[in-house]
């Protein structure tokens, strides 16, 4: 019998954080130009990539460096299949992260 999560010991390469936000300037402008929500709340790109953008491209190379999968502009399509239900590929958990629910929705 496994122990309870709590207990096992997670191995970055287990991980995954996905983004379905825009994480570059040009994904930012293709986004604002599809009206998708996310994108639309700055409307201005230099305001984007101050309070986004950098802050992504700041942890980024961290999260690959551990070993931690790293996924970018994620649909609800693409969303689910990353984490199967008793996956052997991220067996122990599966994080992710979506700066906005909404976004993923949208796309």
Do not use: W
């Amino acid at each position: 019998m496994k122990p309870p999560i709590s207990e096992r010991i997670v191995r970055p390469q287990e991980c995954v954080i996905a983004f379905a936000i825009p994480t570059s300037d040009e994904t930012f402008k293709n986004h604002l130009r599809l009206k998708r929500d996310f994108a639309s709340m700055y409307r201005n790109p230099g305001r984007y990539r101050e309070h986004v953008a950098r802050v992504y491209q700041s942890v980024e190379p961290a999260f690959r460096k551990l070993g931690v999968q790293v996924r970018e502009e994620v649909t609800l399509q693409q969303f689910s299949p990353m984490f199967p239900p008793l996956s052997r590929r991220y067996p122990a958990t599966s994080t992710a992260c979506s700066i906005c629910a909404f976004a993923i929705r949208r796309s």
